[in-house]
């Protein structure tokens, strides 16, 4: 059964900004589009803008008393059934804002929050994003109480809401959050029990791959920037690719031969976003953990998005957060066939991941920064010793291979970490 347009929830959408404009209407619908995007994509029309000029949000009411008696007036009069605020908004926030509108009140984390509750597919992805709604619902529950009490009478709204569960109420919303601040706790302490579990796991895993010395690249990026895209391009992953925001999040990875003959693997990431919420930095840890052990960052980005340098300083300034900015970087500006608004050079390559336009130059950009990070050896490897041989093959960009006396001889770029297993047979070496 679709949902028709009078039964989705309709948001004005609120900001604060510092600074006031002369085209108020025009510039509130610019200042706030990628908080509209949200909105669209949590499944909500968007009904209306207004932002208030002040120097910060109001401490207790976000808004002004005046602005939010003529937001209440605005919202009765275009039929209205929230406000959306693209700020994160305290308990008192929330309770007070809601006390004076009197409709539902959601703020940018909530609607972050509640993508991802409906895009969770993994059991890890759905106990994340449960333990961060549960987390910034525990610190607001007098705000968060009128909020709930309001879902019978707003539950036609939100995409994939099960039972038709209104934006806002996805995931533990479902389970009555008017339940006891201990049962909330005694469930969060159960969800980081799962979850140290799953860390445990995963670091097992790592480390195997780790001891195996196959280089990792890791794609990282704003969030629609098309990673999905081009990881399905360079390794035909079928991960789902879709033009939303936040289309997946749960960690894939695949190998991919490079054009030297070396195999790497390569590991698509949750995509980051301005103001991305604490809480779902905090529960995604052990995703993002593996940026930390990536030999190389592969950074999308949408150079057909007329923001895309505020985008790159928000993801850059997301991994100076996971200190992951010290690795070697490589920047692919996406859907370049589109745009051509970018600075093109030796680790800055256009690309199209839906055509596959210039993928062989970024694969090419790629090996360039793993010689660069590898020692170049020759070697002879008795033939008794030939799972040394699929080492190499496995884990190293073999420059020539020929079948001598005393074994296979071999010429390659190694890396660091194999390198201390193959010094014994070495014939010459460079740095």
């Given at each position: ?22 085209e108020q209407d025009d ?148 389970k009555k959050l008017e ?76 190998k991919l031969e490079l ?173």
């Amino acid at each position: 059964m679709f949902e028709t347009e009078k039964n989705l929830e309709h948001l004005i959408l609120i900001g604060v900004v510092k600074d006031s404009h002369p085209e108020q209407d025009d510039y509130a619908e610019q200042y706030l589009k990628e908080l509209a995007m949200l909105a669209e994509t949590a499944g909500a029309v968007v009904a209306g803008y207004m932002i208030q000029a002040r120097p910060q949000p109001h401490p207790t009411r976000y808004l002004g008393k005046g602005k939010l008696e003529e937001l209440k007036v605005y919202a009765e009069a275009i039929g209205a059934t929230g406000i959306l605020c693209d700020d994160e908004l305290s308990g008192s926030q929330l309770k007070n804002v809601d006390d004076a509108l009197g409709m539902k009140v959601l703020d940018r984390t909530m609607i972050i929050l509640d993508i991802f509750a409906e895009r969770a597919m993994s059991a890890e992805g759905k106990a994340q994003v449960e333990l961060a709604q549960l987390k910034y619902r525990l610190s607001r529950l007098i705000g968060i109480g009128a909020q709930l009490s309001r879902q019978g009478g707003t539950a036609a709204g939100g995409a994939g809401g099960a039972g038709g569960v209104g934006i806002g109420a996805r995931g533990p919303g479902e389970k009555k959050l008017e339940t006891d601040r201990r049962h909330i706790q005694s469930r969060i302490k159960q969800l980081n029990e799962e979850l140290q579990d799953i860390t445990t796991s995963r670091k097992v895993l790592r480390d195997r791959r780790i001891q195996t010395g196959v280089p990792i690249i890791a794609l990282v990026g704003y969030t629609n920037a098309g990673k999905s895209t081009l990881l399905n391009s360079l390794t035909d992953a079928n991960v789902l690719a879709e033009d939303k925001l936040f289309a997946t999040l749960d960690t894939t990875t695949r190998k991919l031969e490079l054009p030297g003959g070396a195999s790497v693997l390569i590991t698509d990431t949750v995509g980051f976003i301005n103001k991305l919420p604490h809480h779902l930095v905090q529960a995604f840890r052990a995703t993002l953990e593996e940026l930390q052990y990536a030999t190389i960052l592969l950074h999308v980005v949408d150079a057909s998005n007329p923001d895309y340098r505020e985008q790159i300083t928000v993801v850059h300034n997301t991994l100076k957060d996971l200190k992951c900015m010290d690795k070697p970087m490589i920047t692919a500006y996406n859907k370049a066939d589109l745009s051509n608004n970018y600075n093109p050079g030796e680790f800055a390559i256009g690309v199209s991941a839906k055509t596959g336009g210039n993928l062989s130059a970024l694969l090419e950009s790629c090996e360039k920064v793993l010689q660069s990070m590898r020692r170049k050896l020759t070697v002879i490897i008795p033939y008794k010793e030939g799972h040394l041989v699929s080492l190499i093959h496995n884990n190293c960009e073999i420059i020539t291979e020929a079948h001598v006396e005393e074994g296979t001889k071999i010429e390659a770029y190694i890396p660091e970490e194999l390198y201390g297993q193959l010094t014994s047979y070495t014939v010459v070496s460079g740095a």
